[in-house]
């Protein structure tokens, strides 16, 4: 471990210095040089120091983000360097073969101020873009809005109005005020249910005792459902026993029935209207790469196969390889997890991408195959990176449509 973190702090250095060559280039002002070192170093050693004091607060996300920003323009400059001395290397390799090593040695070809200068200017477009991320990404709520239309839905249900929410990783929450605008954003959609898919916590229940009453005020009539995800069963942090680790899923899931939230593991309600009924399932963590407790056939057991379904999931990962699958057909299913990374880009009807399609197939939104819906949320909350660029934080209205009413 002690390795891999010195080796780690060894390439990290090496960016800096490195990177830290282009501003030689565009400046004869030794103190602007020195300062961008000196600035960099400072940003590390103080990511170094709240890892070692084990200080897991908004404080190290924050860390953690700087080291990201300056990490990306690092690597972003050094990309247009590395070219430029591709071409430098062998121009420098002919001299030393035509005129010596000694004389080569003073002519080395100078860098070109031009490169350097368009260096800077491209690295601080992503650069910036997740510093501004930090300040104002991760509280841009977005409610997404789909209308969904499925022939076993009863009629009775046209119009029943569903809020999808998953990962609110209550540790990283930092102000109340912009969370209260949230979670008011909730409410005011009037939704008939919500449906909260997973990781309320980064690690540990307590982290949500800070947010608690105020995650408690989102209503609904037909009640509020959650099941587990990947996160809350404390498997990312140490604990002194086992029995503290199940303690502490324990107290998270009765902190969460404090809320007005009904944990759903690996079981199964009945949502009514009049005399029509759909069948609302809830499994634990499945996920590929991931803890795998989920128990599709457990949930489903007293259920009728004939009945509309939700499935709320997780992982979206369950529903390609277990949900598609099973001899049961799950009308619809509902998962997170992804947060679409935090990062891409989304104009709707002409683009939608960010580096968690490469992990993910089903990474946001809507997708139907063989007759079957998920809904992927890209979440409420954020994790690690204390902020969002271009995938923001999600509040999903589903309405669910009859398809014969719809069409007649």
Known sequence: ?????????????????????????????????????????????????????????????YSLGLVLVSVVFQISVIVFLLVEDFIRLPVWVYRIFSNGLETSLSYIPSRRLFISQLSILLASIPASALFLGMLRGKYNYKVIKHQLSFNRLPKEFNGFKIVHISDFHCGSFDNKEKLTYGIDLINKQKPDIILFTGDMVNNIADEILPWKELISSVKAPHGKYAVLGNHDYGDYTAWDSDQDKVNNLNKLIALESEMGFK??????????????????????????????????????????????????????????????????????????????????????????WSPAKYRYKHWAGIYQESGQIINVNRGFGFLAYPGRVGIYP????????KKEVENG
Do not use: C
């Open 1 to 61: 471990m002690i390795l891999r973190w010195f080796i780690f702090l060894l390439v990290i250095i090496g960016f800096n210095w490195y990177s830290s060559l282009a501003i030689k280039t565009i400046t004869k002002n030794s103190w602007i040089y020195y300062t961008y070192l000196l600035v960099n170093l400072l940003i590390l050693v103080n990511f170094v120091i709240q890892i070692t004091l084990k200080n897991y607060s908004s404080y190290f996300f």
């Open 263 to 352: 944990v759903l593991k690996n079981t199964s309600e009945i949502i009514k209207i009049n005399q029509s009924t759909i069948d609302l399932i809830g499994v634990e963590n499945w996920g590929s790469g991931f803890k795998q407790k989920g128990d599709l056939d457990l949930a489903l057991l007293n259920t009728n196969p004939n009945d509309f379904k939700i499935l709320m999931s997780h992982d979206p990962t369950h529903w390609k390889e277990k949900v598609l699958t099973h001899n049961q057909h799950v009308d619809l299913t509902l998962s997170g997890h992804t947060h679409g990374m935090q990062f891409g880009i989304e104009i709707p009807g002409i683009i939608k």
């Open 394 to 401: 999600e509040i999903t209205l589903i309405t669910l449509q």
